[in-house]
């Protein structure tokens, strides 16, 4: 994984500790908070869990990410800008904290003689990033404010609050423990020339779990994708495997879920083969389709970001490849109606989270035993 910034560890006081263990409400790991593209030199407020972030690109490109509140009068931070020299900006008052640290860098009403208080700083994460994935996208223009003051140089590093974020597979992530953050790697594929690439984003109305859940039992349906990954009646007995944290299970599926009212019989035979990998603790899951002659080949990354108790972000990035995708447009595929009426997938997987809950999926069994056994709270009827 290529780096522009670097990965620091956390400096946390035994009381600080404490509270950032509470800070987002959620289990230790690695959380997505938002699309790369997303995130721009302009800060942006995101959500993670009970905590409101200030997300942004620094002047290097490198993704950073602060607590949504100035410490002086908590105004979000995701209103402000960036300086000179690369600090994010509050618009009230011109209070500028360096992103990768927390440390306040400037207060303009300050007197020459005078310096920065020791203890002003805000909760923030250091970034790293696969810049191959940013490629494109015009990052790099954007419009600075005038330097507010040089930084004293006198902010301390003890009891600064720090936390990693990573990008992986179109994804930023933020790791939500107190600790230092446990080791990961991109395993998102190379996108081949000729690929077909979009993303699309909703908010459902459920606990994270159960969208966990409806997602592994069938993400053709809860994410209106079935032309590419499947919908349908399962057509035969899905092979589930549990490694640790996380569960793999082989499905076959038919494309669509429309019943021919003749027969009741699916009106279309054609068979998606599909694995899905789910991850115990966030639910983030890929999803891969081997393709044929009928079907292309597919990879689907899906991100949950758990916005208090009973709300949940759907992020997903689809890749088709191989030579069968470009019979598949957009339309065709249903992959632009899940972007441009997100409310229908948003709808379709509240409805399979609550019916997933009643239901009795081998799949959704061992994910719910994996949970047990790795002492992940969830909410289930099981």
Known sequence: MTTTGESRPSHLTAV????????FGLPEAWWPVAH?????????????????????????????AVEDRCPHRRLPLSMGRLTQDGSIQCPYHGWSFDGATGRCTAIPNLRKDERIPHGIKVAAFSAAENIAELMGYG????????????????????????????LIGGLVFVWSGDGA??????????????????????????????????ILLNP????????????????????VHTEGTVVSVQRERYAYDLPRFSTFDSPSQRVVKSKITSNVTTGFTRVNV???????????????????????????????????HRFFSWRAAGLSAA???????????????????????????ALRSARRAANVPFDSNS
């Open 290 to 324: 081997a393709g044929g002659p009928r079907n292309p080949v597919c990879e689907i990354v899906i991100g949950l970001t758990p916005l208090g108790t009973y709300r949940t972000v759907l992020r997903w990035r689809v890749v088709l490849m191989g030579p069968a």
């Open 36 to 64: 790369s593209d997303e995130v721009r030199h302009h800060p942006k407020a995101f959500r993670l869990g009970n905590q409101d972030l200030a997300v942004y690109r620094d002047l290097s490109g490198a993704v950073r």
């Open 16 to 23: 600080e500790a404490r509270l950032a263990g509470r800070l």
């Open 139 to 166: 990052l790099r223009t954007s419009k600075l404010a005038p330097p507010v003051g040089p930084p004293t140089g006198d902010e301390p590093d003890e009891g600064t609050t720090m936390y990693d974020a990573r």
């Open 220 to 239: 053709g349906a809860a994410l209106r994708l079935g032309a590419v990954i499947g919908a349908g009646d399962e057509v035969c007995a899905p092979t």
């Open 181 to 214: 953050p446990t080791a990961t790697r991109d395993e998102s594929a190379t996108r081949p020339p000729g690929a077909s690439t979009t993303r699309g984003t909703v908010e459902v109305r459920s606990p994270y779990t159960a969208v966990a859940e409806a």
């Open 339 to 365: 972007r441009r009426w997100s409310g229908r997938a948003a709808d379709a997987t509240e409805t399979l989270s609550d019916d997933t809950s009643r239901g009795n999926d081998p799949g959704v069994r």
